[in-house]
């Protein structure tokens, strides 16, 4: 069974603050992992994807995947108010098809 | 502007009128899918494609079909819809077999009374 599991949260940050989002996943065999945001009610926007051991930085996003952990994590630095959202994370297995998990919701505090 | 377009935006229906929800991309993507998002059960793949006449089930295909006879759209059709089929759907596109992620449409929320 393809699982990727998330902590639903909410997580609570404060501005300015580092937020540190976790996904772990059950296929070995997965091949790319991304990261999306979602407002309410919106559709989920593409922030990251990584497929390589190691970090990944672009602007205040850094993606961090560990394979033999079958770890991902999303880390937001400098956080905004407008960083508050569901982040989604999601894996791309072997056969093509991508598994999101359920969501985190973040909410940074003012 | 690159996008994927889905139409309606929003749908109330009553039970066993069929529909058809429209999705259209204009970035010359062979990967298209269908996803419906629920409260608590997060995005779950209806119906996916590969390229044109290349359709495959995603995890929750029941009551469902698709079909991709061009490469830009990909229309999902409720033939007999049913009150467990309201929940918001989106519409996805991606080159490389999804390697560097999926672009979504703005999605459709659909209601069946």
């Known amino acids: 069974q393809k699982e990727v599991e998330q902590n639903s949260g909410p997580l609570s940050v404060p501005e300015g603050a580092i937020a540190s989002l976790n996904c772990t996943y059950s296929?070995?065999?997965?091949?790319?992992f991304f990261w999306y945001r979602q407002y309410s009610g919106k559709s989920p926007e593409l922030i990251m994807f990584?497929?390589?051991?190691g970090d990944k930085e672009d602007g205040r996003f850094t993606a961090q995947l560990n394979k033999a952990s079958q770890y991902v994590s999303l880390l937001i630095r400098d956080s905004q108010p407008s960083d508050s959202a569901t982040y989604l994370c999601?894996?791309?297995?072997?056969?093509?098809?991508?598994?999101f998990g359920k969501g985190t919701r973040l909410h940074i505090l003012p | 502007e690159a996008q994927v377009t889905q139409n309606p935006r929003y749908l109330i229906t009553v039970t066993g009128k069929k529909l058809t929800v429209t999705c259209s991309q204009n970035?010359?993507?062979?990967?298209m899918s269908w996803y419906r998002q629920d409260p608590g059960l997060g995005l779950r793949q209806i119906y996916y494609?590969?390229?044109?006449?290349?359709?495959d089930k995603g995890d929750v295909p029941e009551g469902y079909k698709v079909s991709r006879k061009e490469k830009r759209n990909f229309p999902l059709i409720l033939e007999s819809p049913s009150p467990n089929q309201t929940s918001l759907y989106f519409c996805?596109?991606?080159?490389?077999?999804?390697?560097?992620?999926?672009?979504f449409g703005s999605g459709t929320r659909l209601t069946v009374v």
């Open positions: 494609s590969m390229n044109v006449e290349v359709t």
């Open positions: 990584i497929y390589s051991n």
């Open positions: 996805a596109s991606s080159s490389t077999g999804g390697f560097f992620g999926y672009t």
């Open positions: 970035m010359n993507h062979e990967y």
């Open positions: 999601a894996v791309l297995h072997r056969d093509d098809k991508i598994i």
């Open positions: 296929d070995r065999g997965s091949q790319s």
